[in-house]
């Protein structure tokens, strides 16, 4: 039987508390047409500490970052300090990623307000990406084309903000040309690029995009939302990607996270947690541990859990 991890640091969950934010994906904007695992109604509830310790089910979690959660945008300041209430009160989170629009004139002004709260490490603002590889959105203002990025980017630096990255496969190219010219920040990608396509060539194009990155000392690899829109969670169809993102960035920049609650409508905590298990069992014990634990904890800058 494969070991489970002794302890994880889950670098990638979202809470949520519908009476206090808004957010309209999961209320009047709902949309399973555009959603990356189809219908998700189950998610159109409170999500709080609580439960998210309830979905661990003995797991051995020691330390989580919340990752903002796509609210209304002009409460994303208040879900900052909504999360921050939590953390005083539960223990968890123990790092946030909250959100800022780096391509706004105000985004020096936004940056400095989140990074005022002690939990706030990183940003995720998403560029805008297409619906389909064959589609461009390379004119769009706000996509990787978007001659504003350099810019925004010397803003996190200068707030020693990280900058959580999101981008489907088809994007990691454009994202590593951005980040060749941009400043030495702390980058982390992901849910593990997004690999949507399994198909021989689909991977090819992935693969192609992930090595860019991984070229860049300071761009790491979040191992999460491995699930497809159109099929169950199968370790068959995820292992190889697993190994593949590992061999790519190496285990020193390779890290865990669940994207609980999302993940949650298509795999269990604890079966979550077996397979990833399963998927790293080739490496050594450092190198596991490095992955479960203590690259999540380095790169979020949080406290080693006693």
Same mark, same amino acid.
């Given at each position: =039987?494969?070991?489970?991890?002794?302890?994880?640091?889950?670098?990638?969950?979202?809470?949520?508390?519908?009476?206090?934010?808004?957010?309209?994906?999961?209320?009047? &904007?709902?949309?399973?047409?555009?959603?990356?695992?189809?219908?998700?109604?189950?998610?159109?509830?409170?999500?709080?500490?609580?439960?998210?310790?309830?979905?661990?089910?003995?797991?051995?979690? /020691?330390?989580?970052?919340?990752?903002?959660?796509?609210?209304?945008?002009?409460?994303?300041?208040?879900?900052?300090?909504?999360?921050?209430?939590?953390?005083?009160?539960?223990?968890?989170?123990?790092?946030?990623?909250?959100?800022?629009?780096?391509?706004? @004139?105000?985004?020096?002004?936004?940056?400095?307000?989140?990074? +005022?709260?002690?939990?706030?490490?990183?940003?995720?603002?998403?560029?805008?990406?297409?619906?389909?590889?064959?589609?461009?959105?390379?004119?769009? @203002?706000?996509?990787?084309?978007?001659?504003?990025?350099?810019?925004?980017?010397?803003?996190?630096?200068?707030?020693?903000?990280?900058? !959580?990255?999101?981008?489907?496969?088809?994007?990691?190219? #454009?994202?590593?040309?951005?980040?060749?010219?941009?400043?030495?920040?702390? /980058? /982390?990608?992901?849910?593990?690029?997004?690999?949507?396509?399994?198909?021989? &060539?689909?991977?090819?194009?992935?693969?192609?995009? =992930?090595?860019?990155?991984?070229?860049?000392?300071? /761009?790491?690899?979040?191992?999460? #939302?491995?699930?497809?829109?159109?099929?169950?969670?199968?370790?068959?169809?995820?292992?190889?990607?697993?190994? !593949?993102?590992?061999?790519?960035?190496?285990?020193?920049?390779?890290?865990?996270?669940?994207?609980?609650?999302?993940?949650?409508?298509?795999?269990?905590?604890? +079966?979550?947690?077996?397979? =990833?298990?399963?998927?790293?069992?080739?490496? !050594?014990?450092?190198?596991?541990?490095?992955?479960?634990?203590?690259?999540?904890?380095?790169?979020?800058? =949080?406290?080693?859990?006693?």
């Amino acid at each position: =039987m494969t070991a489970l991890p002794a302890a994880i640091v889950d670098s990638h969950h979202h809470l949520w508390d519908l009476s206090r934010i808004n957010y309209p994906w999961l209320g009047a &904007a709902y949309d399973a047409s555009t959603f990356i695992l189809g219908e998700y109604y189950l998610l159109c509830r409170n999500y709080l500490p609580q439960d998210f310790r309830e979905s661990w089910a003995g797991m051995p979690v /020691v330390a989580s970052v919340h990752v903002e959660a796509e609210c209304e945008r002009r409460q994303a300041l208040a879900e900052t300090q909504w999360v921050h209430e939590q953390a005083a009160r539960s223990g968890v989170p123990n790092a946030v990623v909250a959100y800022a629009d780096l391509l706004a @004139p105000d985004a020096d002004e936004r940056l400095a307000e989140q990074a +005022a709260h002690r939990l706030v490490r990183s940003i995720r603002f998403k560029p805008v990406t297409s619906r389909r590889p064959e589609d461009s959105v390379a004119a769009q @203002p706000g996509s990787l084309h978007d001659p504003r990025w350099p810019q925004a980017l010397a803003l996190l630096a200068k707030h020693d903000l990280a900058w !959580d990255l999101r981008v489907p496969f088809w994007h990691l190219e #454009e994202a590593a040309a951005v980040l060749r010219d941009a400043p030495a920040i702390s /980058v /982390v990608l992901q849910h593990t690029g997004l690999p949507w396509d399994r198909s021989d &060539a689909g991977l090819a194009t992935w693969r192609r995009g =992930m090595e860019a990155l991984a070229a860049l000392p300071n /761009v790491h690899v979040r191992l999460s #939302e491995l699930g497809l829109r159109d099929r169950p969670w199968r370790l068959e169809d995820n292992l190889p990607v697993i190994r !593949d993102a590992v061999s790519i960035f190496g285990w020193q920049r390779a890290m865990f996270g669940s994207n609980f609650p999302v993940a949650g409508l298509r795999i269990s905590y604890p +079966a979550l947690v077996r397979a =990833m298990a399963e998927a790293l069992a080739h490496l !050594d014990d450092p190198a596991r541990h490095a992955i479960w634990c203590e690259n999540a904890l380095a790169f979020y800058r =949080m406290e080693h859990p006693q």
